[in-house]
């Protein structure tokens, strides 16, 4: 992100001006996001002038297009047709041999774990939607952010612009209903760092329900996720005090003033933060939650489309 703010404010009017439509600013005239490159042939011309070679950009082989050299060199790095959860970083952003499987279109192998504590069950629910409880102190404001866009293996993380949100008191649980297609997730609030419950109600193959628990954008306390549909797979963590224990080094103030744990792969406010990865694998372990992507966090699945989400 960096990189691509500092090729904007290079560029000048008459590139702006075709760019414009593709190239999303915030109120200070500062880019938060942009389309897919491959939409508009300006726009990934003027992507490669500073992403070329560090990542993929979205024109690959595909459908019998042969693609582009590089793209295609980038793209071999993983294989499957899972999808990601994408950040913007700075620093050496290359693919791991098996990078952070969010919003998985299959059933990945869960745990069954000793049940954590469970939403109150009277709640009505009916259709896709996400059985939401507020386990802490005070009442929160959850807002729920669909992905950007969703593609073959990718998805374009949302960090500015939230469908819905709810405001649910300490103790008690509601039922959001949302359409099947919703891919992305739901956090306190709308800042970073969060502690993100990812999820897709209707998934490719089973058009069941699938999420997890990711502290990869920070940590703001405790959460977890699981299944409905009476197969009781659950994910997460429930220790309250996570946040409070945790080193000084592996936390950041957020703009609110709340004081969370810093993120684990980096976004456009820094690189990873090494004591917030030691701390959580430490504290809550890959087993329960994504820390630094990879594998051993359970897909929590739910064939009829509704997930439990509980914030303590």
């Known amino acids: 992100m960096q990189d691509l ?13 075709k760019l414009k439509g593709v ?33 993929y950009i979205g024109i690959g082989a595909w459908g019998g297009n042969a693609g582009d050299v590089g793209d295609n060199a980038q793209s071999s790095a993983a294989h499957g047709s899972k999808d990601l959860l994408l950040t913007y970083n700075d620093g050496d952003a290359s693919p791991a041999s098996e990078p952070h499987l969010a919003h998985r279109v299959q059933a990945a192998v869960v745990e069954h774990r ?34 950007y866009w ?42 970073q760092p969060a502690t993100w419950a990812e999820f897709q109600l209707s998934a490719d193959n ?31 963590f429930t220790t309250v005090d996570t946040v409070a224990r945790a080193p000084a080094a592996a936390k950041q103030k957020r703009q609110d003033g709340v004081e969370c744990i810093a ?8 690189g990873p933060n090494k004591a917030a990865i030691d701390y959580l694998n430490k504290e809550v372990g890959q087993h329960r939650a994504y820390i630094t992507g990879g594998t051993g966090t359970p897909d929590i699945a739910s064939r009829n489309q509704r997930l439990e989400v509980v914030f303590y």
């Open 5 to 17: 703010r500092a090729a904007w404010a290079r560029a000048d009017g008459n590139l702006k001006n």
């Open 23 to 55: 190239v999303h600013l915030d109120g200070h005239g500062i880019p938060t996001r942009i389309d897919a490159p491959k939409s508009n042939k300006d726009l990934e011309n003027w992507v490669r002038t500073f992403a070329e070679g560090k990542v």
């Open 114 to 147: 000793t049940p954590l504590p469970k939403a109150d069950s009277t709640v009505h629910a009916d259709g896709p939607g996400i059985i939401l409880a507020n386990r802490g102190k005070t009442e929160t404001k959850f807002f729920f952010f669909p992905n």
């Open 150 to 191: 969703n593609g073959n293996g990718t998805a374009g993380a949302n960090f500015d612009k939230p469908s819905t949100s709810i405001a649910v008191k300490p103790g008690e649980t509601h039922f959001v209903s949302l359409p099947a297609s919703f891919k992305g997730r739901v956090q306190r609030g709308t800042l």
């Open 206 to 236: 089973d058009h069941g329900a699938h999420g997890d628990i990711s502290l990869e954008q920070g940590c703001d306390g405790a959460a977890t996720i699981a299944s409905t549909d009476g197969s009781k797979v659950e994910g997460g």
């Open 263 to 270: 993120s684990t792969v980096g976004n456009w406010m820094g």
